[in-house]
């Protein structure tokens, strides 16, 4: 979420009573924490709508995987289990095919990561996807205000293969070679870290997912914490397909591509060792891209040492209009 969109929900959507004692994390985070009983609960909601979030030719399958996945990935970046969802979908008509293939790929990605569809609503529009996802936490609530400075700060997988696989997508939309379509598919099927999510409960400090591009998000995370932070554009961990396909660009994909569903944590430098090796006995891979620091700037500095200047996450309505 850009400034533009923070500040519209400011003022007309935050209310004066947040956090409560039935509300620990209420707006402003990831996702939102309610104590239900003796049991907090992460509550996550995010909508993806066509030619914003995915294109009007995406496979059925890919809007349904994405649907759930973007959720997931807000699961885990609170520290929580996935359980149950809700599933609002707007249709302009009804494509049987279609949504074979949509249900498939929604209900296939709940089916692996353990989560049950509970309800929803459908009804008529131009295209769009909501899903609502609820689920224990594994232990603390990871939010994005718990950094200090001093802490490493790491992420999971590779950044900037789903920003080149988009312009594969708007372009003929087809893959020209392995390369291409490893990146296509990257863009086209997110995948959420599930197994970090108490990994991070465990060892993480403070943590976001990465939608709207690596400096966008951790802007996110370090106004919320209060700190800032220096990282360097060489320890961004790349993909072999993306060095492959845009090697001059990849700095910048990795910055601010967007759409990488990555995880982003600040992590105590005694926790570091642990979570990096717990993660790897996952398949997952984290890099320590630098560290938090009393702020409140982002500083990104380049191989030689030299900041390199910082472009805005995605917005939806722009910074500027305001
Ligand atoms: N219309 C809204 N009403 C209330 N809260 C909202 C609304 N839209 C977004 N939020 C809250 O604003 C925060 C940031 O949202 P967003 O950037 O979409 O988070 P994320 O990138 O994790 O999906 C979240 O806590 C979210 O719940
Ligand atoms: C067709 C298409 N064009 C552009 C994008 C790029 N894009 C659209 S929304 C977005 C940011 C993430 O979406 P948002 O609704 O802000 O998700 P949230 O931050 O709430 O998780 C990005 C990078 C895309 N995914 N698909
Ligand atoms: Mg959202």
Not at 43 to 71: C, Y
Not at 85 to 102: G, K, Q, T
Not at 124 to 142: D, E, F, I, Y
Not at 194 to 204: D, G, T
Request: with cysteine.
């Amino acid at each position: 979420m850009s400034q533009r969109e923070f500040d519209l929900i400011q003022r007309y959507f935050r209310q004066a009573v947040s956090p409560a004692a039935d509300l620990p994390v209420g707006i402003g985070d990831d996702g939102a924490v309610v104590l239900a009983g003796n049991t907090n609960l992460a509550w996550v909601m995010d909508t993806i709508n066509e030619d914003v979030h995915f294109p009007h030719d995406a496979p059925g399958a890919a809007v349904g995987h994405r649907a759930l996945a973007v959720n997931l990935s807000d699961m885990v970046a609170m520290g929580a289990q996935p359980r149950w969802m809700l599933l609002s979908l707007c249709l302009p008509e009804v494509d049987e095919a279609w949504l074979a293939d949509f249900s498939d790929g929604l209900l296939s990605l709940a089916r692996d990561s353990g989560v049950t569809l509970a309800g929803g609503d459908t009804t008529r529009g131009p295209l769009s996807v909501a899903v609502t996802l609820l689920g224990p936490l594994h232990g603390q609530a990871v939010q994005r205000s718990g950094a200090r400075p001093g802490d490493r700060l790491l992420v999971s997988g590779t950044l900037g293969d789903a920003r080149a696989g988009l312009d594969i997508a708007l372009g003929d939309g087809h893959a020209a070679d392995a390369v291409e379509s490893e990146l296509l598919k990257r863009y086209l099927y997110p995948q959420a870290r599930l197994a970090l999510s108490p990994l991070l409960a465990r060892h993480a400090r403070a943590a976001i997912d990465l939608s709207d591009g690596l400096v966008g998000d951790l802007t996110h995370l370090l106004s919320a914490s209060g700190v800032g932070a220096t990282i360097h554009s060489q320890r961004l961990p790349r993909s072999r397909a993306l060095m492959a396909h845009a090697e001059e660009e990849s700095d910048a994909l990795a910055l601010s591509g967007g759409d990488d569903y990555e995880i982003l944590c600040a992590v105590a430098p005694e926790a570091v060792e642990t979570l990096v090796r717990e993660a790897a006995a996952e398949g997952i891979m984290l890099s320590d891209i630098g560290e938090i620091t009393q702020g409140p700037e982002l500083t990104v500095l380049d191989r030689d040492g030299q900041p390199v200047p910082l472009e805005a996450g995605f917005s939806h309505f722009g910074d500027d209009d305001a």
